[in-house]
């Protein structure tokens, strides 16, 4: 149920129930991913109306309806319901329904049943020590077992008629000891047991069968009678130890601890210049560990958060395709009037227009090479998001541009974190293409190195740990960005960095199909040898990339300059450039020895993963 409950909660999810032309794979994949998030053994979908849209283990289920069932009718009336199930004599589910709940109204209903076999009785058995069996009745009132952790029996079966009356008489706010027939011992393959049942209902309240638990009374006295001979030489024994050592852990807990908390009170004042001297390997050391990382990250935030108060703040959603605008227009008043955009250029959207019937246009944030990018409103969803316009003859100078697009949108999607810039959805209005996305604030990294470069060291630092944790989500889901770079790097004023623009970001284990023999995705110099050559990437050409930012945040320029994109490629590929700590000699060696192994031209001599970057960032806490 808790795993249904935060499955539906995804607003991703809500354009699949709600739109008239969603397609039947896209809602079977959302069921086969629910049974992946919930545990369960299968899982089905239905629409507002109880209609099913979907059966996960059934690709070819009938679009029947459901909502004569009283789990489902449950859902659809807005609240979770829950209930077993039997299917044949003896094969028992239990079962969840959960609505997804879109504005105010129940726009479907996901239902998630688990099998009640032996798989599930063994994990009883693992956390309770307790053996069960699983039954169901029949209609003639005859228990079948459906499944259980003894053997059995006739003993057994005698137990089920015995109990299993009483099992259904109880009712579902009865305790096991209030319950009709109590607890009842019963001997079982030559060993006593203390047996309590229960009845399973389904949503509708009728008793399907029920469970019995089995407690072994000898097993679990023996560890008492152990106990019992040892407990009084223990206790004088623990008595005296307790003592000695509760002197020992008062002195060598308490001084590091009230050192600890003197630290984070002066953090909590805004001073972090505090250090952290405790070195041990206990609890205390680990807490210690926590603190000093804490002050090392918030001096490296402090430092970039004063870095930003010297730049004006723009207001940034896909530094890729676009620039600040220098004026704001403000939304006009009056009602709101469905866009007209012309298909041969992209005309500018008028400040009020509504855009797909859902989007209210409330000015332009910028224009780039591939769009122009506005802030709007989702009338649907009560939000402001940023909207790309998609240049049309960008999409007409490749057949497969538009596969592109799309792709970049799947890609985008899978990756959540507070580092990476959301993107919602892509849309088509008239002719037009358009991608939504996350509406934030700040400043591009580009603006902050072309105004205050270099940066210092502390703020570098600050925004490549973030990087890294942005990467690395990204490359758990197998994306690799191959196109980073400060333009499409943006930081909050609160010092958090952002990650956007997954427009040429591609699987790392599936080969692309949609780029054309020769073709290279992404910016030359932030490019790794091997995305230059063409050959294939994996996620050390980010790690490379990121090295190149970095390295320009320090230094104020790239690596390697040229006037030309033929000799930039020609000095990538060959020649190796300054460390950074000869260019700035503000910059620890340390530091700078860092930055040059992420620029390795062999793949192999970089960091293998952006989580080894992020190690190898924090070991330089003590040099920065």
């Given at each position: 149920m808790r795993g249904a409950q935060v499955f539906v909660q995804n607003p991703s999810w809500f354009p699949l129930l709600i739109e008239m032309d969603r397609r039947p794979e896209d809602v079977l994949d959302l069921a086969t991913e629910a049974v992946q998030r919930t545990g369960a053994s299968w899982v089905q979908i239905t629409d507002d109306h109880g209609v099913r849209l979907a059966k996960s283990d059934e690709p070819t289920a009938p679009a029947v309806s459901l909502s004569s069932s009283a789990l489902i009718a449950g859902a659809l009336d807005g609240a979770p319901t829950s209930g077993a199930a039997v299917t044949g004599d003896s094969l028992l589910f239990q079962a969840v329904a959960v609505p997804f709940i879109v504005g105010s109204r129940v726009a479907g209903v996901l239902m998630a049943a688990q099998a009640v076999g032996s798989a599930l009785a063994s994990e009883v058995v693992e956390a309770t020590s307790s053996d069960v069996v699983f039954y169901v009745t029949d209609t003639a009132g005859v228990p079948h077992i459906a499944a259980s952790t003894v053997a059995p029996d006739s003993a057994l079966s005698g137990l089920l008629r015995r109990l299993a009356p009483d099992v259904e008489r109880s009712t579902p706010n009865d305790s096991a000891g209030d319950a009709p027939g109590g607890r009842v011992d019963v001997e079982l393959g030559g060993e006593h047991y203390v047996a309590r049942g229960a009845a399973l209902r389904s949503a509708g309240g009728d008793v399907l069968g029920g469970f019995i638990a089995l407690r072994s009374r000898e097993a679990e006295l023996a560890p008492y009678v152990a106990l019992r001979r040892w407990i009084l030489v223990a206790g004088v024994l623990g008595l005296a130890v307790a003592f000695a050592l509760s002197y020992l852990t008062a002195r060598?807990?308490?001084?590091?601890?009230?050192?600890?908390?003197?630290?984070?009170?002066?953090?909590?004042?805004?001073?972090?210049?505090?250090?952290?001297?405790?070195?041990?390997?206990?609890?205390?050391?680990?807490?210690?560990?926590?603190?000093?990382?804490?002050?090392?990250?918030?001096?490296?935030?402090?430092?970039?958060?004063?870095?930003?108060?010297?730049?004006?703040?723009?207001?940034?959603?896909?530094?890729?395709?676009?620039?600040?605008?220098?004026?704001?227009?403000?939304?006009?008043?009056?009602?709101?009037?469905?866009?007209?955009?012309?298909?041969?250029?992209?005309?500018?959207?008028?400040?009020?227009?509504?855009?797909?019937?859902?989007?209210?246009?409330?000015?332009?944030?910028?224009?780039?090479?591939?769009?122009?990018?506005?802030?709007?409103?989702?009338?649907?969803?009560?939000?402001?998001?940023?909207?790309?316009?998609?240049?049309?003859?960008?999409?007409?100078?490749?057949?497969?541009?538009?596969?592109?697009?799309?792709?970049?949108?799947?890609?985008?999607?899978?990756?959540?974190?507070?580092?990476?810039?959301?993107?919602?959805?892509?849309?088509?209005?008239?002719?037009?293409?358009?991608?939504?996305?996350?509406?934030?604030?700040?400043?591009?990294?580009?603006?902050?190195?072309?105004?205050?470069?270099?940066?210092?060291?502390?703020?570098?630092?600050?925004?490549?740990?973030?990087?890294?944790?942005?990467?690395?989500?990204?490359?758990?889901?197998?994306?690799?960005?191959?196109?980073?770079?400060?333009?499409?790097?943006?930081?909050?004023?609160?010092?958090?960095?952002?990650?956007?623009?997954?427009?040429?970001?591609?699987?790392?284990?599936?080969?692309?199909?949609?780029?054309?023999?020769?073709?290279?995705?992404?910016?030359?110099?932030?490019?790794?040898?091997?995305?230059?050559?063409?050959?294939?990437?994996?996620?050390?050409?980010?790690?490379?990339?990121?090295?190149?930012?970095?390295?320009?945040?320090?230094?104020?320029?790239?690596?390697?300059?040229?006037?030309?994109?033929?000799?930039?490629?020609?000095?990538?590929?060959?020649?190796?450039?300054?460390?950074?700590?000869?260019?700035?000699?503000?910059?620890?060696?340390?530091?700078?020895?860092?930055?040059?192994?992420?620029?390795?031209?062999?793949?192999?001599?970089?960091?293998?993963?952006?989580?080894?970057?992020?190690?190898?960032?924090v070991q330089l806490e003590d040099q920065v």
């Open positions: 060598s807990v308490a001084r590091p601890v009230l050192a600890l908390a003197d630290v984070a009170r002066r953090a909590a004042e805004g001073d972090y210049a505090g250090s952290v001297e405790v070195r041990s390997s206990d609890e205390v050391g680990v807490l210690a560990t926590a603190v000093r990382t804490m002050l090392a990250d918030l001096r490296e935030k402090e430092s970039l958060v004063a870095v930003l108060r010297a730049a004006p703040v723009s207001t940034l959603t896909d530094a890729a395709v676009m620039q600040p605008s220098a004026t704001m227009t403000p939304v006009t008043t009056g009602a709101p009037r469905e866009a007209s955009i012309s298909l041969d250029t992209l005309e500018p959207v008028e400040p009020g227009r509504v855009l797909a019937r859902r989007y209210t246009i409330a000015e332009q944030l910028g224009v780039g090479g591939s769009g122009v990018v506005y802030r709007a409103f989702d009338r649907e969803l009560g939000e402001v998001i940023a909207v790309k316009m998609v240049r049309p003859d960008v999409l007409a100078m490749d057949a497969h541009a538009l596969e592109r697009l799309k792709s970049e949108i799947r890609l985008a999607r899978r990756i959540s974190h507070r580092n990476v810039v959301r993107t919602h959805d892509l849309g088509e209005a008239d002719g037009l293409y358009f991608i939504t996305m996350e509406y934030v604030t700040g400043t591009s990294l580009r603006d902050l190195i072309d105004r205050n470069a270099p940066l210092p060291v502390p703020a570098v630092i600050a925004i490549a740990k973030q990087l890294c944790r942005a990467l690395e989500v990204a490359h758990e889901q197998g994306v690799i960005h191959r196109d980073i770079k400060p333009q499409n790097l943006m930081v909050q004023p609160d010092g958090t960095l952002k990650v956007m623009d997954f427009g040429v970001a591609r699987l790392a284990h599936r080969a692309s199909q949609l780029t054309s023999a020769g073709m290279v995705v992404g910016t030359p110099a932030y490019m790794s040898p091997e995305q230059l050559l063409d050959d294939p990437v994996d996620a050390r050409a980010d790690i490379y990339a990121a090295g190149v930012v970095l390295y320009e945040c320090l230094t104020g320029q790239r690596p390697v300059e040229a006037t030309s994109a033929t000799a930039l490629i020609g000095k990538l590929l060959s020649a190796t450039p300054r460390p950074p700590h000869e260019v700035n000699s503000a910059v620890p060696l340390a530091v700078s020895n860092v930055i040059m192994r992420a620029l390795e031209k062999e793949a192999a001599a970089r960091p293998a993963s952006a989580d080894e970057f992020y190690d190898l960032l």
